[in-house]
């Protein structure tokens, strides 16, 4: 579930790169055709998609072979650090609310005319720590296209979800409308049991059966107008309404080790709604392109938890002898600008320079109060729970690259971070913080299929606002505690690629990367015994990724794919609570893979994609919070094109019926004791579900586009 909450309010620009400025807006003429070593793009025209049927850019997308979608995070205060790994025609797109999936989505198949794949300096600053990046490119001709997806889920109970979303494209000339509207319902209901037991004896303490049942309802409309006569002359506006809204109830029947069993309940009733309006104007400019983005944004966040415990059961009309209640209201604003210049040459160098400045503001307040044995409410005063944070940021750069030979390219640059940060309300702070972020990566194209990248970057990761203020988790029965006085980490990230071609249109790629990271984000005992977020010292972080996207036809499977990836990973730091070396804090899971095995025969597609990662945990002031799946994950589906313009896919979600698990070992007072107190164990389980999407397109002035073929 999605709970957080950024808020933009006025915004200023993005910059192309020099080769991707040299791109003719709305998919015209391509520079690089991705054949040869000189190519730094590797390009799939829209026929070599023509097998899979697409409906949308996010399938083309998703069939990329060696690609993996990256969303960006929409949370990120500011405008470069939350790109994703997608960019239209050669730009990136002007919002930050609309996810990239949901844009990729809302543009029909068969107005792409090809994608791009390369990396990320070829197109602006926010990408240029990136290996890879794709490019959608879109097709110039006029008329309308469009797509209307209809989805029904049954679950386990027999409940059936449905959910229906639907976009158009109309272009006339050099001036396009899309527009996108969705239902966004999903219900779920999982069933489980917790055990809590003491770890000396092993005595069962406690066990409560659970039922959870979610129900998220994120409607939305998105609509922008784009003007593109030439790549420096464009103009583009963009906004989305979104008033997402988010429920939980669950059912608790608790058997304790002594006493009657009795039905306690928790309540969740979030809203968070966002509204977003934006846009970017792009001029030339001495021999150059001057690009600007304009974005306003605005969310709130309206929660309400409740922990109710009974003495008895609900059949038996019980009285409320205890619990919680908080209500959480924040509003999150930001306004930013961003101006950037790039050229294609300059003295011979692809050259780009820009300017960023924002200012963030937070209001939050919360109130938590106890539940008395009466069913009274009594106020629990938590520090910093009523609080306003204020950051001023402000962020330069200049980026350069150049050709060494046909084959091998440098690219560098150099990024200036100024921010200052205020917090008021509960406490006092204020700090100024000054960063120097450079950067550095050599593309090296032998031949023979062969392509290879190193990179070297410093990077700051950007404080989470709502990491400075308490709250209480009612459904884990606990605080966390605010802190003022956080710091961002900062990291030196080397990354090292190796690909190449295989079996034709396969794609091998191996992955290698290391990780120095300083003034850590993890948790922290404070003095009052919460955990809270805070900084932790040096750490480091190594992992290894292989990617194998291979079509299997000359093998004698005609029109089958598999896609296969695997990650191994080690995180180590020195815990100041417990004093051990241990992971990092989140998902860092010590090794994870996936394979995606897909077959296209004439009207039918079918595949299954199944999955799984090792454990991973959170390091809190007096518990171990460990996460895992009970065995692999896996989907499957089978799609039936019965025309041209429409599809209808049945699939089956959580198909081996896997369980979600959780385990927490508890410390008393803290985790500088070295043996545990107690234990519990987690188990939840939404069971198999079955889902029937219709897919019904309609226009065709996309033309040459990558639509399906029966």
Not at 353 to 373: C, K, R, S
Request: charge should be neutral; aromatic fraction near 8%; hydrophobic fraction near 35%.
């Amino acid at each position: 579930m999605r709970r957080g909450l950024m808020v933009s309010v006025a915004a200023l620009a993005i910059g192309l790169s020099g080769e991707a400025a040299a791109q003719q807006a709305g998919g015209g003429e391509q520079v690089a055709t991705g054949q040869g070593p000189a190519s730094r793009r590797a390009t799939y025209e829209a026929s070599f998609f023509t097998p899979f049927a697409p409906r949308t850019a996010l399938d083309i997308v998703r069939r990329v072979p060696g690609f993996t979608l990256e969303l960006g995070d929409s949370e990120v205060r500011g405008f470069a650090g939350a790109a994703g790994n997608i960019v239209i025609n050669g730009a990136r797109p002007s919002s930050k609310s609309e996810p990239l999936d949901s844009l990729l989505a809302a543009i029909p198949a068969n107005r792409v005319v090809r994608v791009e794949v390369g990396p990320g300096n070829l197109y602006g600053a926010e990408y240029s720590g990136r290996s890879q990046v794709l490019n959608v490119v879109l097709s110039a001709e006029g008329g309308v296209d469009g797509n209307v997806t209809a989805k029904v889920r049954r679950i386990w109970t027999g409940y059936l979800n449905t959910d229906l979303a639907g976009s158009a494209v109309i272009k006339r000339g050099a001036s396009s409308i899309n527009l996108s509207a969705g239902t966004g319902r999903d219900r779920q209901v999982e069933v489980g049991f917790d055990e809590l037991s003491d770890v000396q004896t092993g005595q069962l303490l406690e066990y409560r059966d659970k039922t959870n049942t979610y129900f998220e309802r994120d409607p939305y409309i998105s609509a922008s107008w784009a003007l593109e006569r030439a790549p420096d002359k464009a103009l583009r506006l963009n906004g989305r309404w979104q008033p997402e809204r988010f429920d939980l109830e669950q059912e608790n029947r608790v058997r304790p080790a002594s006493g009657p069993e009795h039905d306690d309940s928790l309540f969740q009733r979030y809203s968070t709604p966002v509204i977003e309006v934006g846009g970017d104007l792009t001029r030339p400019l001495a021999g150059g392109a001057l690009k600007f983005v304009a974005l306003a944004n605005r969310r709130k966040r309206n929660n309400f938890d409740a922990y109710i415990e009974r003495d008895g059961l609900l059949r038996d009309d019980p009285r409320v002898i205890g619990g919680f209640e908080q209500t959480q209201k924040a509003q999150l604003n930001e306004t930013l600008g961003r101006v950037s210049w790039t050229r294609a040459s300059l003295f011979g160098l692809s050259f780009e320079a820009g300017a960023e400045a924002v200012l963030n503001t937070l209001d939050y307040q919360l109130l938590l109060f106890e539940i008395d044995e009466n069913g009274e409410q009594v106020r629990i005063d938590l520090p910093l729970d009523d609080a306003r944070v204020k950051e001023k940021r402000a962020e330069a750069y200049v980026n350069v690259g150049r050709n060494l030979s046909p084959q091998l390219r440098v690219d560098g640059g150099l990024n200036f971070e100024l921010s200052r940060l205020t917090v008021t309300g509960d406490t006092e702070a204020e700090r100024t913080l000054r960063f120097l972020k450079p950067n550095i990566a050599v593309d090296w194209k032998p031949g023979g299929g062969w392509h290879a990248r190193l990179s070297v970057r410093r990077t700051v990761a950007q404080l989470d606002f709502f990491d400075f203020i308490s709250v209480a988790e009612l459904s884990n029965d606990r605080v966390t505690g605010g802190n003022a006085n956080l710091l961002p980490q900062r990291s030196w990230e080397v990354r090292g690629t190796v690909d190449r071609a295989i079996l034709g249109e396969g794609l091998v790629k191996l992955d290698l990367g290391i990780d120095r990271i300083s003034q850590l984000q993890d948790q922290i005992l404070t003095e009052e015994g919460f955990s809270a977020p805070g900084n932790l010292g040096t750490g480091k972080r190594r992992f290894v990724s292989l990617d194998v996207d291979a079509p299997l036809d000359r093998l004698g499977l005609k029109g089958t794919r598999i896609k296969l990836f695997g990650q191994l990973q080690r995180t180590r730091v020195v815990d100041p609570i417990s004093g051990r070396v241990r992971n990092f804090s989140d998902y860092y899971p010590e090794w994870e893979w996936r394979v995606d095995l897909r077959r296209d025969i004439g009207r039918f597609s079918y595949g299954l994609v199944v999955n799984d990662y090792q454990r991973f945990s959170f390091f809190r002031a007096n518990e171990i919070d460990t996460f895992l799946n009970g065995g692999p994950y896996g989907t499957a589906f089978i799609e039936y094109r019965p025309a041209p313009r429409t599809s209808l896919t049945f699939d089956v979600d959580n198909l081996l019926n896997t369980t979600g698990e959780r385990e927490r070992l508890f410390f008393l007072p803290n985790r500088s004791t070295s043996e545990p107190s107690s234990f519990e164990r987690r188990v939840r389980n939404r069971h198999v579900s079955f889902g029937l999407t219709l897919k019904q397109s309609f226009g065709g002035g996309g033309g040459t586009g990558g639509g399906a073929k029966p």
